[in-house]
């Protein structure tokens, strides 16, 4: 009899840039005894997360290489702009690895996987955490503890792969959801790209009057604005690489708007819109108190697994392992 | 030679309602020392805040007779809808008394001050702070350190009632930022309302995709919304007295969004509103985290003074005593 292949949670992990969510992962990683190393092309953040312990470097060939010869986990952990320049390189050194991502976007990546023919070893996933800070000096291990991070449940994805990205999840902590590529960008149009726009015209506007306005906001400005202060490279390239399906849901946001601003011109309230709001956000106070049920009774890679995962997906539940 | 009139800061506050502002009040002005004590009409919320030490009463007519004769200064902090009735008894039993309140429209206030006889002991304030939970249960004594606390600095207001006012401010540990009070509500609507009403709607597109939308929503989502939890009659009330302004405010966030969605749309790209959003966002921090200058040579009640506070609070200046 021969040895089993190795268990993939005994694999290690490569993580392809990090900033705030790649090294985030490095370093919790790390901490939870998974073997990782990690490559960024700036060598500051490289000198910065060797001095803190961990494995990096700035070489990608050489990365990558690594990669292939260990059998790694590689994770594109760079922002949405880069991630076909280093597709390229992991299509010549890695092509073989087992593949996935963290960008904010679903569809445009897998394309992107697809046109190099990666497509095979890809599992998408989209851990929904974040500040507004960003880089390796924002990196938190922390990040991703009790934060969803969606593991894309397709029907043609690998089940081992599918099983190593879902595993890395848990790892450090996260709530696995598996998502449909296809369903997950309207879904973070609504609750992630729309809130920014929203933060960023809340801002302007608050701005508006002058520094006299600035210096009395408090709390509603505060929190409605916050996520206006990340980096404007990072907005635009989460949310102009969903640009239809932002659209949409920034559209229903103005017919609201004007229908709550029509309502108060002409009949004095805003009860609407009010009432609507707080039923949303207490909905979501709600759910988020609440521990979610465990995904059971699916063993992944047997017939219609992914779509199985996906429907109990829908009534709230998550994947445990 | 007399005895001097008392010094104002020795005078007792009567605070009139004790919800989540009037509330934290009353416990702050004990903590600190000065002489108070409260009126809410719920019995439940007089019963909490006597068991934790608060000198409080259910009787309106008993508490404005003792402010009468105590020469305290009133704190008007019951919601918008109720303040003409709050009013209609003071002029009837403490018509004597310095009046301030803690309403967040002030135009309207004024307005029904002025009906009811009571506008030369009056002067307006509105303290900055908040969160999105109400009543006598969410108070809390550390409410008001360090935020702006508007003392409304009309050219006629009455030096002695403004100082007073301004001296309550200062005690809980909030910056006295003196404005007219024509100018507070368009500023308010700017910082404030119209944040409340884009949080409202933030919520309800997050929502719109269903359950797994929101399960997947995280921190953009998570802050962008907190305010919409906020009691809805308590929304009503602030924004709905604050019409006009909000309207013109409003108008000028749905202008921006549609300006977004067609750059989205026609060009591919949201740099202008990430742009300006992250302009105006890290322009508050900046200003948030300087200490403000003192607003110095100023005598209250000397020829111009209002004007001159006034003039030094649009330069970043807060009143300090």
Chains 1, 2 share one sequence.
Do not use: Y
Not at 117 to 143: C, E
């Amino acid at each position: 009899m021969t040895a089993p292949i190795a268990d993939h949670v005994a694999l290690p992990v490569c993580v392809l840039g990090l900033g705030l969510i790649g090294g985030s992962l490095l370093r919790a990683l790390d901490r939870a005894g998974r073997p990782c190393f990690g490559w960024n092309r700036s060598p500051a953040t490289v000198v910065a997360a060797t001095a803190a312990g961990h494995d990096a470097d700035t070489d990608l060939t050489a990365v990558l290489t690594r990669a292939r010869r260990d059998h790694a986990l590689l994770v594109v952990a760079t922002p949405t702009p880069t991630v076909g320049a280093i597709l390229d390189q992991v299509a010549r050194h890695a092509a073989d690895c087992a593949l996935t991502d963290v960008v904010s976007v679903k569809q445009a990546v897998a394309d992107a996987v697809a046109e190099h023919g990666l497509s095979a070893r890809f599992v998408g996933g989209h851990p929904m955490a974040g500040t507004s800070q960003s880089g390796w000096d924002a990196t938190d291990p922390d990040l991703f503890v009790g934060a969803p991070w969606v593991v894309c449940a397709d029907d043609d994805a690998d089940p081992t792969v599918w099983t190593a990205v879902a595993d890395v999840a848990l790892a450090v902590g996260a709530r696995v959801v598996p998502v449909a590529t296809e369903e997950h960008d309207p879904l973070v149009a609504a609750i992630s790209h729309v809130p920014h726009l929203t933060a960023a015209v809340t801002a302007v506007v608050g701005a508006g009057p002058g520094d006299l306005a600035l210096r009395l906001a408090a709390g509603s400005f505060r929190d409605g604005t916050r996520v206006a202060a990340t980096a404007v490279d990072l907005q635009r390239a989460m949310i102009e690489a969903n640009g239809p399906a932002v659209l949409t849901m920034l559209s229903e946001a103005i017919d609201r708007l004007t229908a709550a601003r029509d309502e108060l011109r002409d009949a004095g309230t805003v009860h609407t819109v009010v009432e609507d709001g707080h039923r949303a956000r207490t909905r979501w106070d709600a759910m988020r108190n609440a521990d979610p049920e465990p995904i059971t009774d699916v063993t992944v890679g047997a017939p219609g697994w992914a779509a199985e995962l996906r429907r109990q997906a829908h009534l709230g539940r998550v994947w445990t392992g």
